[in-house]
């Protein structure tokens, strides 16, 4: 990976006019095929024409988790892109009824909502959710998040591939200075910083993101063995760049009691 790698956004460039971008992910490599292939596109149509476009993760055949600012309400709809990765891949949108739009509504905090499919996703395996009291990944540890974007500074238009970025987990403690900012108020938050050093931006295009690890998982088995396998495994949703281009980079922690109880309750 380049020493520099940025979230950038596809500002209101030529040929980019009818939409509304809400954070574009612009990582420096391009995810493998075979992997990502749950991350979806959440995309809200506005009466105007015009579209707001945010990422997803699918954690159920039938569910996807994302930032809740990627629903704005009764002005226009909201669907879900499944089938954007690979390139090859057959793409599809489908409607997502107002009912099937579940936000996190504890004290107005912690800004994430689960949308309900019409119907059951194939050929995609989902993500999967950290598994019984987990706990927020550790300072210094390094997860993956993948979107869509400009790979430069001065953004551009985005790519058409979809891009892969590790990023270095801090605590709440050791989060940049967000006093003054939208995300003071929320409580079960961590931040991100650049592997290595490296220098990342949050700009507008995929606010929603999965925050994921790649985890040893046991499986049942017949006779009462067990079988590891590789997974990945969700642990927060992105939130930066919901405006402008910043160097902060907060996730919501899905392991907080509060949010992972509600999660499963819907999903199971």
């Given at each position: 990976?380049?020493?520099?790698a940025f979230?950038i956004?596809?500002?209101?460039a030529?040929g980019v006019t009818?939409s509304?971008i809400e954070?574009?992910l612009?990582?420096?490599?391009?995810c493998?095929?075979?992997e990502?292939?749950?991350h979806?596109?959440?995309v809200?149509?506005?009466?105007d024409?015009?579209s707001m476009?945010c990422?997803?993760?699918l954690?159920r055949?039938?569910?996807v988790?994302t930032a809740?600012?990627?629903?704005?309400?009764?002005d226009?709809?909201?669907?879900?892109?499944?089938?954007g990765?690979?390139k090859t891949a057959v793409?599809?949108?489908?409607l997502?009824k107002?009912k099937?739009i579940?936000?996190?509504?504890?004290?107005?905090?912690?800004?994430?909502?689960l949308l309900?499919?019409p119907?059951?996703?194939?050929?995609?395996k989902?993500?999967?959710?950290?598994?019984?009291d987990?706990?927020?990944p550790?300072d210094?540890?390094e997860?993956k998040?993948?979107?869509?974007?400009?790979?430069?500074?001065e953004?551009g238009?985005?790519?058409k591939d979809?891009?892969?970025l590790?990023?270095?987990?801090l605590?709440?403690?050791h989060?940049?200075?967000?006093?003054?900012?939208?995300?003071d108020?929320?409580t079960?938050?961590y931040?991100?910083?650049?592997v290595g050093?490296?220098e990342i931006?949050?700009?507008?295009?995929?606010s929603?993101?999965?925050?994921?690890k790649?985890?040893l998982?046991?499986?049942p088995a017949?006779?009462?063995?067990?079988k590891e396998?590789t997974?990945?495994?969700?642990y927060?949703?992105?939130?930066s760049?919901q405006?402008?281009c910043e160097d902060?980079?907060?996730?919501?922690d899905?392991?907080?009691?509060?949010?992972?109880?509600w999660i499963d309750k819907?999903?199971?």
């Amino acid at each position: 990976m380049d020493k520099t790698a940025f979230l950038i956004l596809g500002l209101w460039a030529a040929g980019v006019t009818s939409s509304v971008i809400e954070k574009r992910l612009v990582p420096a490599i391009t995810c493998p095929d075979t992997e990502k292939r749950y991350h979806v596109r959440v995309v809200h149509y506005f009466h105007d024409g015009k579209s707001m476009t945010c990422g997803g993760t699918l954690i159920r055949k039938r569910w996807v988790i994302t930032a809740s600012h990627c629903y704005v309400g009764r002005d226009g709809t909201l669907k879900v892109e499944i089938g954007g990765h690979p390139k090859t891949a057959v793409k599809k949108q489908l409607l997502i009824k107002k009912k099937n739009i579940r936000v996190y509504a504890e004290n107005l905090r912690e800004p994430i909502m689960l949308l309900k499919l019409p119907e059951a996703v194939k050929n995609i395996k989902p993500a999967l959710l950290a598994p019984g009291d987990c706990m927020a990944p550790t300072d210094g540890e390094e997860l993956k998040v993948s979107g869509y974007g400009a790979t430069t500074a001065e953004g551009g238009e985005g790519v058409k591939d979809l891009m892969c970025l590790e990023v270095k987990t801090l605590s709440k403690n050791h989060c940049p200075d967000l006093s003054g900012t939208n995300y003071d108020k929320f409580t079960y938050i961590y931040c991100g910083g650049g592997v290595g050093g490296a220098e990342i931006k949050a700009c507008q295009g995929d606010s929603g993101s999965g925050f994921l690890k790649k985890e040893l998982i046991s499986k049942p088995a017949l006779y009462f063995w067990s079988k590891e396998k590789t997974a990945d495994v969700l642990y927060g949703v992105l939130l930066s760049g919901q405006d402008a281009c910043e160097d902060k980079f907060v996730f919501v922690d899905l392991c907080a009691k509060k949010i992972k109880k509600w999660i499963d309750k819907l999903v199971s």
